[in-house]
């Protein structure tokens, strides 16, 4: 047996605003909370298939790595979905890209980019 992704870090300003953000995103709950980190899964909790998010306050100097999203949509097409999203405060970002990908690089409300994959993928 293979290890899986049981956990992501994403360093930010704000980790309440940006546990509202992608637990509205992802359909998440918030699971934890300590000092300076939002840890947010799965309603269901941690564990299962999904791995959970814990956002750590990181003001982003000293050259910090802050994580880089995967999304697919689970019940609505690529569009719908895109819509859904810059609704919830997601930004387009210009990479230069054509607009022929099978992917959207978008920002969160702090500019982390993070993709809106075309492929759709079943519910858990």
Do not use: K
């Amino acid at each position: 047996m293979a290890c899986r992704i049981s956990g992501l870090v994403l360093g930010c300003r704000d980790p309440e605003g940006m546990a509202r953000f992608w637990c509205e995103v992802l359909d998440f709950a918030v699971l934890d909370r300590e000092e300076g980190e939002i840890e947010i899964g799965p309603r269901d909790g941690a564990g299962g298939p999904q791995p959970t998010i814990v956002l750590s306050r990181n003001d982003g100097q000293n050259g910090e790595l802050r994580l880089h999203i995967d999304v697919s949509a689970t019940d609505r097409d690529h569009g719908a979905e895109l819509e859904r999203l810059l609704a919830a405060g997601a930004a387009p970002v210009d990479t230069g890209r054509t607009g022929e990908e099978s992917r959207r690089v978008l920002a969160d409300p702090e500019g982390n980019e993070f993709c809106l994959l075309e492929t759709r993928i079943d519910p858990p």
